[in-house]
């Protein structure tokens, strides 16, 4: 995630190429380095003031079954550093969905904003804080997936390093990780905690394990493909959604990033929802 973002990115990142890892001086205590590991990927990929992409999303059910839908997903920077990104996801096919779009203000430990357009009903919908763990659009993403993961949104204990794990369907080179675990700080999380495998040189999250409120895995998280944009700013195309208790999957392949591309708040306030399509 870069993830995602958002996704959220989702998902769920300062200068040019990014340095080695190594040239940080990285606490002894567990949380500080934990702490130090976020702050500094988030460094890295400031300055991209917006960006758009084009998704491709893949259901699949316990039994096989899959259905595709295809979104556009538009983010805008937010450089204030104590708050979070704004990010809206349009839905273009299939047609029962097209035009659905939601809108996302990320905040830190207050609830983010979250609104739903749903052109069947014409009117556009807040999201209440209690239901943001709930799936989005019968994915295996939550509400919350789809908010900017800012480092101060969580507390850390960095617990150790070890090898990256590697997707099947991009094998790469042989990466380190530094495992972490985080601890959502804001009110209404659907997760009690995540383990995160951040690759120690380019800071890119490979995996994410998520734990529900009873403190159970319930769902894990790969991504892959990562492509550098303007030597600055990396990217996951490939975001794989394994729920652990229902075996249902949802596959997120992104494609067509754009960064720079003139947008402002005026771009992702409520009304802009309508006029997403």
């Not at 993830?3 to 990142?13: E, F, G, I, Q, Y």
């Not at 430990?109 to 919908?125: A, Y």
């Not at 617990?159 to 369907?169: D, F, M």
């Amino acid at each position: 995630m870069k993830s995602h973002p958002t996704l959220l990115a989702l998902v769920c990142a300062a200068t040019f190429l990014p340095a080695p890892l190594l040239a940080l001086e990285l606490a002894d205590d567990p949380a500080v380095k934990g702490l130090q590991i976020a702050q500094e990927a988030k460094r890295r990929d400031l300055g991209f003031a917006d960006s758009e992409a084009v998704m491709q999303m893949v259901l699949t059910n316990s039994h096989g079954d899959t259905s595709t839908r295809e979104l556009r997903m538009r983010t805008l920077e937010n450089p204030a550093p104590d708050d979070g990104d704004k990010s809206m996801i349009i839905f273009d096919r299939p047609r029962d969905v097209e035009g659905t779009a939601l809108l996302t203000h990320a905040h830190i430990l207050n609830p983010d904003d979250q609104w739903l357009f749903l052109p069947s009903l014409g009117r556009v919908k807040r999201i209440s804080s209690a239901n943001k763990s709930g799936p989005f659009m019968g994915s295996e993403f939550a509400y919350e997936d789809f908010s900017s993961q800012e480092p101060a949104k969580f507390e850390y204990t960095w617990l150790r390093t070890e090898p990256c794990p590697k997707p099947v369907t991009d094998p790469v080179a042989d990466l380190t990780c530094h495992v972490t675990e985080r601890r959502p700080l804001y009110e209404k999380s659907g997760y009690t905690r995540q383990i995160t495998w951040v690759d120690v040189d380019d800071l890119q999250v490979r995996k994410v394990d998520y734990y529900d409120r009873k403190n159970a895995l319930l769902k894990t998280l790969i991504l892959s493909d990562y492509r550098l944009y303007g030597a600055k700013h990396w990217r996951a195309h490939d975001l794989y959604m394994v729920n652990q208790n229902n075996n249902k999957t949802t596959r997120l392949t992104w494609s067509d990033f754009k960064f720079g591309n003139g947008s402002s708040d005026a771009d992702f306030d409520t009304n802009s929802l309508k006029r997403a399509r």
